[in-house]
Nanobody, 121 residues
Framework: QVQLVESGGGLVQAGDSLRLSCGTT????????MGWFRQAPGKEREFLSA???????TYTDSVKGRFTISINNVKNTVYLQMNSLKPEDTAVYYC???????????????WGQGTQVTVSS
């Protein structure tokens, strides 16, 4: 199977930047795409961005121009660079892996444990 391990979350002030990392182990040959999601208290899990091994990238409108997703296919590691952070970005951020390129949470087969990002004003 596949295991995902996230790092990079923390407490920052509005306007600061963070880079989240998600390393993978196990049968990574089954992974075609990876994505980032977040969930704030009382809200639905929100799709943020996805990237495929062949170069496909998509973002949700709320993070376009601020967040950048990237992948290292050799290391099987995905990153999310987050700039100009706002208090409304405060949430638990999750990395996930899928067998195809998708924005739909339930189509992701593997998930990380989540990492807390807190942005103060």
């Amino acid at each position: 199977q596949v295991q995902l391990v996230e790092s990079g979350g923390g407490l920052v002030q509005a306007g600061d930047s963070l880079r989240l990392s998600c390393g993978t182990t196990g049968r990574t040959e089954s992974i075609y795409a990876m994505g980032w999601f977040r969930q704030a208290p009382g809200k639905e899990r929100e799709f943020l961005s996805a990237i495929s091994r062949t170069g496909g990238i998509t973002y949700t409108d709320s993070v376009k121009g601020r967040f950048t997703i990237s992948i290292n296919n050799v290391k099987n590691t995905v990153y999310l660079q987050m700039n100009s952070l706002k208090p409304e970005d405060t949430a638990v951020y999750y990395c996930a892996a899928a067998r195809h390129f998708t924005t739909v949470a339930h189509e992701y087969r593997y998930w990380g444990q989540g990492t807390q990002v807190t942005v103060s004003s």
